[in-house]
């Protein structure tokens, strides 16, 4: 009997769960103890990170978590500059870069040469592409292929996890 789309194989069920289950218990619970190529200045404890960021940043930046879509200002940044990381001031992206993807968090086709770090991410059971601050580890978002040429990258950052300089 030829099985309805919606319903998996058991086989394929039970990969698919494994694989699932083997993320989330390999997650470190420090996701940035493991990484040794940081610049060892930025190797804080989680209290001297606390006391330098706001609560909000420091959810996103150290402990991966996403802010709200449109809640950040920085989503309409229109001005030429530099997006650095709110975490250490590492540069990230040009604003020549930055494109309005709808999604509410700011958007780039591309970072900055050696910016950022990435890795996969198993939050949602499906593997994403997460990137960091190559400098603090600060997690900045995800990467998906569904940006403007000539990537056909879309870098979406959480907009609390950087800060804005103008060319001067």
């Not at 610049?39 to 990170?49: C, F, G, M, S, V």
């Not at 420091?58 to 920085?74: D, G, H």
């Not at 890795?119 to 940006?147: A, M, W």
Request: hydrophobic content about 30%; some cysteine.
């Amino acid at each position: 009997m030829k099985r309805p789309f919606l319903f998996p194989s058991r086989r394929t069920f039970l990969m698919g769960l494994i694989s699932a289950v083997v993320g989330f218990f390999s997650r470190s619970t420090d996701v940035f103890a493991a990484v040794t190529s940081l610049d060892p200045k930025w190797r804080l404890t989680k209290e001297e990170w606390r006391s330098r960021l706001s609560l909000e940043a420091y959810k996103v930046l150290r402990e991966e978590a996403t802010e709200r879509p449109f809640s950040s200002a920085i989503n309409n940044e229109k001005r030429e500059g530099t997006f650095c990381c709110a975490g250490c001031d590492h540069p990230l992206f040009s604003s020549s870069t930055k494109f309005d993807s709808g999604t509410g968090w700011p958007s780039f086709w591309q970072p900055l040469e050696e910016a950022v770090n990435t890795k996969v991410d198993y939050q949602l059971i499906i593997p994403r592409t997460e990137y960091h601050c190559s400098s603090c580890g600060g997690h900045q978002g995800h990467v998906f292929n569904d940006g403007p040429q000539p990537t056909g990258k879309r870098y979406c950052n959480n907009g609390v996890a950087l800060t804005f300089k103008t060319n001067s």
